[in-house]
């Protein structure tokens, strides 16, 4: 769902790129919603998730392996 704001929650994936192999982070915030992933657990679960690609800085190929997902510091409380 969210925070008690109304915001969706937000989460650091990690990435490893496929193609040139370097690691890179990405703030991914899912829509608002009811089923809106709250925790890690439930964003790796969500079909969304699936749906999301994600480009390297470096090389541009849209290959990666999530290696972690951690939320911001901020959320984790």
Known sequence: ???EMGR???FKLHLRCS???KDSTCLLT???GPDS???IDELLES???QQQ???????ESIIATITAV????AQAA
Do not use: E, H, V
Request: proline content about 14%.
């Open 1 to 3: 769902m969210g925070d």
């Open 8 to 10: 969706a929650t937000a």
């Open 19 to 21: 193609n040139c192999r």
């Open 30 to 32: 899912p829509p608002c």
């Open 37 to 39: 992933p709250t925790d």
């Open 47 to 49: 079909g969304w998730l």
């Open 53 to 59: 690609r994600f480009a390297c800085s470096q090389c």
């Open 70 to 73: 951690t939320m911001p510091k």
